[in-house]
């Protein structure tokens, strides 16, 4: 009996067991299998994600480095590179598990209440490695799915809001966060993480006031201390830069005084220390309580950022010499904190550019920068072609030295010129102990009127050219080792000359280099002799009112072309109107002004209203005719201005087809006709030009002279037509009897008369591109130039390309037309105008190659790529009025003769275009 009994319960026992295991495996819609699946879904899965993803964020939060230079990102957000690295490690298996069980719930707890949890757990998850388009996707289904549920709702829209801000895609997530917000209206708790979202998006929107308020917002709401902490921070940042110390000072204070991570409380304590002497309107001597830190020994791990703080605060005070010192100190007692090293390097740099002018030292410590500096650094764009670019900037500021050491020489006495330019060029240069700065006796001299502005108040370094020992040294070596021993005279470069060259060109004009030519055209027999550089400044000094106009105008340039680059290459729209500023207190009537003002006009929109308001009026008051004022008062007129451009293109083509027929009346009255519709039209002065030339086919020489003196007076400014026009102008003086006696001015045999050929149609010839004959050619000087960047190695990840970044020989200057269907017999007239003009003596030729859907117009030689650099430079800006093509058909490179020889078809000239990209800054 009883072991029947027993056997009766074990068999009891076994079917409650089924039963049990039954009712924990299937999915039934019961109270008490919802009862079971909410308990085993809240405690089994829930609770440990949520441990999980506590984990993952303590672990985040120690791996976290801020940087405290620019304004904390609301939340510790993992960069993409962070998680590639951490694919295999802890963090992420603890995101794959809280992954797992989110599913677990979804799959096997259907008839439980956290099902929109799983989903914020699989979105929350998704988002900490990265996967933010998937993240956003499951915070979009949770918001639509539970939107009668308030709070879900909210933390859903707000989540979504920021995997949008981690894609970039700040016009919806502001729409997201818009939405978001009227919901937090109604709920009115738990809105604190909202809040605080809202305030991130206005800091990316620069909204900075806005952005204040959602921060003292969410501060009150929060319960969790440490992100009260770091939003207190952010708060007390955004209340320094707009100004509002007091409030900023009282949040730094309660950071300090709170229990921060200890790098936040450093921070927050020197920037109360900067902010103390503000308030207090007391002259404290910050210098010493930053340096006081350093007494601290929980602050020795922080040397290198105290010793930076204090250079931060030399370098506003104006002494440079002494910041420079203390960046120093911080760079050699940076051992652990490359972003910090890098910022000291990046004042120090800037110091030596701006402020020292020792522009070889600011290149070093640029590239320094660059080297340690993380590329998801704010401004690591910015920083990488200042250094890349910097020799395109060292240029125009060395020309403004060199010209305004002039003008202060020309200014003195007669006799007393000549002892200050040999003392100038005789290299006696001392040394201070001031971080590398030259000093130079006469500079220093508070008699020697020195008009430069370059030279800081603080510094005793000298911008004048010739002063800089180092500078004349390298210079004179780099000359010899790359030309060897040149006399000083016209097409210098060539070492073999023809024997049309040994004598004086009839056309030969004054060269377009930044350096000052002898006015008397002598040449001594050698570039290194003293002497020989003594007579040669003195010949150029801008001693009458037309050579000081000239200097001028060579000043205004160089700064017009440093603010332009900085605005519109480095996109540094603060240091540009500083440039411009600058300019208008040196120059305040230039031949820039109009683009200047509307330069203001833009760059401080949205940053100061009453500037920018203030530059539109000019515009609009000095300059009611300009394109500027029109485009101000009709967004819309650029378009239509393209449109007539085209317009302009196709009937210029037309006037030169019929000047290539012969039918020279009807091309003066084409050209009248032109010039009457499109008065203001950049080809005015070609349209002239053309006019000129068809007289002169049909007309004697006085009719000509008249045409030419014309354009000289119409278009003094241009960069095209009017230096060939001055040429032509002293040919025609130096055989002015000759040309008398001619029954028309230009005669076809005449081998001095411009000869303008249409395209010729080229022969093939075996694997290499095939030229038509040559064409005459002109230059001119840059607007905005982008000069073509040093080799940088190429990505090793990417397949071998068949172009080379080797040295060559020889370089060309290439503009790609994408239309083989082009005449391009106007163009090429064009540039050579351009070549003719700005470069008589270099011989420049320009050729032409026909592919199947390709164009491509060559100027061929540069002996290096420095010297095609500079012809890229000079012509930039001038190619939209020398091709009469549209501006989206062609594209103008620098290009190797060995490369060039690969570009065979369209394909090739895309992959070297991506080849230039990777191995050309």
């Known amino acids: 009996m009883k072991n029947y009994a027993s056997r009766n319960l074990n068999t009891l026992l076994f079917i409650f067991s089924l039963l049990f295991i039954y009712g924990c495996v299937a999915n039934k819609d019961t109270a008490v299998d919802r009862r079971f699946q909410n308990l085993t879904a809240r405690y089994n899965y829930i609770y440990n ?231 207090s309107g007391e002259k404290l001597n910050k210098e010493q309580q930053l340096l006081a830190l350093l007494k601290d020994d929980k602050n020795t791990d922080y040397t290198d950022q105290i010793y930076y703080q204090v250079g931060e605060l030399l370098s506003a005070e104006g002494n440079f010499v002494k910041a420079a010192e203390y960046y120093n100190k911080s760079v050699q007692t940076s051992t652990r904190n490359q972003n910090q090293k890098a ?59 060199k010209e305004d050491t002039a003008q202060a020489i020309a200014k003195l006495p007669a006799g007393e010129r000549e002892a200050k330019v040999k003392a100038y060029l005789t290299p006696k240069v001392e040394v201070a102990n001031t971080g590398g700065v030259i000093n130079n006796q006469f500079l220093n001299d508070p008699d020697f009127p020195n008009q430069s502005l ?41 070492s073999v000359r023809s024997s049309a060259q040994e004598t004086n060109s009839v056309l030969a004009g004054g060269n377009v280099a930044t350096g000052i030519t002898p006015a008397n055209g002598t040449n001594n027999p050698t570039a290194t002799d003293q002497t020989s550089l003594e007579k040669q400044f003195l010949d150029g000094l801008p001693t009458t009112p037309e050579l000081l106009a000239s200097s001028n105008q060579k000043i205004i340039d160089a700064y017009f072309e440093i603010a332009s680059f900085y605005q519109q290459e480095l996109g540094d729209k603060a240091e540009a109107n500083k440039i411009y500023l600058e300019l208008l207190k040196r120059y305040p009537e230039n031949n820039h002004l109009v683009a200047m003002y509307y330069s203001l006009y833009l760059n401080y929109k949205g940053v100061d ?182 080799v940088k190695p190429a990505d090793v990840n990417k397949p071998a390309s068949i172009f080379s970044a080797a040295k060559s020989e020889e370089y060309y200057y290439v503009i790609d037309v994408a239309d083989a269907t082009l005449t391009l017999s106007s163009s090429r007239f064009g540039l050579g105008q351009f070549n003719r003009g700005n470069y008589p003596d270099n011989d420049l030729v320009h050729k032409l190659v026909e592919l199947d859907n390709d164009q491509l117009i060559y100027v061929t030689s540069f002996i290096d790529l420095e010297d095609a650099k500079l012809y890229e430079s000079s012509i930039v800006g001038q190619l939209k009025n020398i091709m009469k093509v549209p501006a989206n058909l062609y594209k103008g490179f620098i290009i190797s003769k060995e490369n060039f020889e690969k570009l065979t078809d369209r394909q090739r000239i895309n992959e070297y275009l991506e080849f230039l990209k990777d191995n050309y800054k």
């Open 49 to 279: 994600s949520n441990v999980l993803l506590t984990e993952y964020n303590e672990s985040l939060l120690q791996s976290y480095t801020d940087n405290y230079e620019k304004i904390l990102p609301v939340y510790l957000d993992p960069e993409p590179q962070v998680n590639l690295v951490l694919t295999a490690g802890v963090a992420n298996k603890q995101l794959d598990e809280v992954i797992t069980k989110s599913q677990t719930i979804i799959n096997e707890k259907s008839f439980s209440n956290y099902i929109d949890d799983a989903y914020m757990l699989l979105g929350k998850a998704n988002y900490l490695k990265g996967n933010y388009f998937i993240a956003a996707e499951y915070f979009d289904y949770t918001a639509k799915t539970y939107s009668s549920d308030l709070k879900t709702f909210i933390m859903a829209m707000n989540w979504k809001a920021r995997s949008q801000m981690q894609l970039n895609n700040m016009v919806l997530a502001d729409k997201i966060i818009d939405t978001m917000l009227r919901a937090c209206d109604e709920l009115k708790k738990d809105i604190a993480e909202p809040l605080a979202t809202a305030a991130q998006m206005r800091i990316y929107q620069k909204r900075n006031k806005e952005a204040i308020l959602f921060l003292e917002s969410a501060i009150e709401r929060a319960e969790e201390k440490q992100l009260r902490i770091r939003w207190r921070f952010i708060l007390a940042q955004l209340q320094e830069k707009e100004k509002n110390i007091t409030d900023a000072y009282a949040n730094f204070t309660k950071v300090e005084k709170s229990n921060a991570p200890f790098e936040m409380y450093f921070h927050a304590n020197l920037n109360r220390i900067k902010l103390k002497a503000l308030l």
């Open 609 to 790: 209203e009453a500037k920018s308001e203030e530059y539109k009026q000019l515009v609009l008051k000095k300059f009611p005719e300009s394109n500027f004022a029109k485009t101000i008062l009709d967004p819309s007129y650029s378009a239509k201005q393209s449109q007539l451009e085209n317009i302009a293109i196709n009937n210029y083509n037309t006037a030169f087809d019929t000047y290539a027929k012969k039918d020279y009346p009807n091309v003066v009255k084409q050209v009248n006709d032109n010039i009457s519709a499109f008065p203001e039209n950049d080809f005015a002065p070609q349209y002239a030009y053309l006019k000129a030339i068809a007289i002169g086919r049909t007309a004697k020489v006085d009719s000509l002279l008249t045409q030419f003196n014309l354009i000289t007076t119409l278009y003094p400014n241009d960069k095209i037509i009017t230096p060939l026009v001055r040429d032509h102008l002293k040919y025609i003086e130096a055989n002015l009897e000759e040309f008398k006696q001619r029954p028309v001015a230009l005669i076809d045999f005449d081998p001095n008369a411009p000869r303008f050929v249409s395209q010729a149609n080229p022969a093939p010839v075996e694997n290499k591109p095939l030229v038509t004959e040559n064409a005459t050619v002109k230059t001119a000087e840059p607007k905005v130039a982008k000069p073509v960047e040093e």
């Open 454 to 494: 370059n030279t800081p108040k603080t510094a005793a370094g000298s911008t004048f050219y010739f002063s800089n020992n180092a500078a004349i040294s390298a210079g004179f070596g780099d000359f010899k080792k790359r030309w060897g021993n040149r006399q000083l005279e016209d097409n210098w470069r060539q």
């Open 343 to 401: 910022l000291s390097y990046l004042r120090i740099a800037d110091l030596n550019f701006k402020e020292f002018n020792d522009y070889i030292k600011a290149k070093r410590y640029y590239d320094s920068t660059v080297m340690i500096l993380p590329k998801n650094f704010p401004d690591y764009d910015a920083i990488v072609k200042k250094a890349n670019n910097l020799q395109y900037l060292t240029d125009r500021y060395t020309l403004i030295a």
